[in-house]
């Protein structure tokens, strides 16, 4: 757990903390961020990545799961608890995914139905492809998944 490293404090010119926070429960992503934020060194740069809860990647997920992410939130706690403390910025990084195959599609959506914690059973195949043809299929009749990611940065 991070919160238990034994890192030395202010020694760390650059975190990246990519997608990790899929695996610690949102009660405690504040005291895990700050205790990533203590590792810093005097100007270090600390960022943060995680799937937008808006996109296919999270949507889905919440969709069979009832698991919603967001690192917003994150990032508004932060700022009201330790906003004197850090540069901070939340930005967001377009990303899309686009395939003309169903079975393509059908193992991208598998996959991001993969997240941690894996306590979850996959939905079947014909739920998984009924939810890709209604919110993934375009006009033209690709399957387009938006993965937009946000960024969380904090500068020490």
């Not at 706690?77 to 004197?84: A, E, I, N, T, V």
């Not at 169903?102 to 059973?121: H, Q």
Request: net charge negative.
């Amino acid at each position: 757990m991070i919160a238990e490293a034994n890192v030395v404090p202010a020694s760390a010119n650059f975190i990246l903390c990519s997608h990790v926070f899929y695996f610690i429960e949102p009660e405690n992503w504040l005291e895990t961020l700050e205790t990533l934020a203590s590792w810093l060194a005097e100007d270090g740069l600390l960022v943060v990545i995680l799937a937008r809860p808006e996109g296919t990647c999270m949507s889905i997920c919440e969709h069979f799961y009832n698991r919603r992410l967001d690192l917003s939130l994150l990032a508004k706690d932060m700022q009201q608890k330790r906003g004197d403390d850090f540069e901070m910025t939340l930005e967001t990084l377009p990303v899309e995914i686009t395939t003309p195959e169903i079975n393509a599609a059908y193992k991208i959506a598998e996959f991001l139905l993969n997240p941690p914690p894996f306590e979850y059973s996959l939905p079947s195949r014909q739920a998984i492809e009924d939810y890709i043809k209604k919110h993934c299929m375009t006009a033209q009749g690709e399957y387009r998944f938006s993965c937009d990611q946000y960024l969380l940065q904090l500068r020490a």
